[in-house]
């Protein structure tokens, strides 16, 4: 008996770590975690949303605005093609397009390119087949544009140039072509 009453004194008089003194060690523990985790929470979430933006704006810019809805047809001289008609739509999910060839800012250029010659910006008429009468192309609407005054470009038999369609935004629209060895027809399809 003496034996278990030293025994119980030896317990007594140990000291140790209470219930109180380990809830608040292990309420900083989960305090300092959740403000970690929402550090890097947050961290992730702002760079996620930055990346997405950034992606929006690759496609924004990649996706084609418009699409070529006919041939390129050629009107001849009896020796080389002098004018260029094609007709346009716009892409799925392209946005509208400014198309009027007087407009200061915010127009559609249109470049020539062969061997010989890179012109930046050409002469253009627009017609529209289908829609309303201004010379915004919107969806549903299809347009017809006409490159006139290309005389002074050789454009020759079996010659191969290049027209770019550059809208305000949006990625070109880039049309070659090849000339046929003959240009003696005055209606020439350029497929």
Do not use: C, H, W
Request: aromatic content about 6%.
């Amino acid at each position: 008996m003496k034996r278990i009453l030293q025994l119980v004194r030896r317990i007594r008089e140990e000291r140790g770590i209470t219930g109180l003194e380990t809830a608040i060690i292990l309420i900083a523990f989960v305090v300092v975690a959740a403000v970690f985790a929402f550090v890097v929470l947050s961290t992730g979430l702002f760079s996620s949303e930055r990346g997405k933006e950034t992606v929006y704006a690759g496609l924004s810019k990649t996706r084609g605005t418009m699409t070529l809805s006919s041939s390129v047809i050629g009107t001849s001289d009896g020796s080389e093609i002098t004018d260029l008609a094609f007709d346009v739509v716009l892409a799925a999910g392209g946005e509208n397009v400014n198309l009027d060839p007087t407009a200061i800012s915010n127009r559609t250029v249109i470049s020539y390119i062969d061997t010989a010659n890179n012109v930046p910006d050409l002469a253009y008429t627009v017609t529209v087949i289908t829609g309303d009468a201004d010379n915004l192309l919107e969806p549903g609407e299809l347009i017809e544009v006409s490159v006139t005054g290309l005389a002074p470009y050789d454009l020759q038999p079996n010659k191969t140039f290049t027209l770019e369609i550059k809208p305000p935004t949006g990625s070109y629209l880039v049309l070659q072509r090849t000339t046929p060895a003959s240009v003696a027809e005055t209606i020439i399809n350029l497929n």
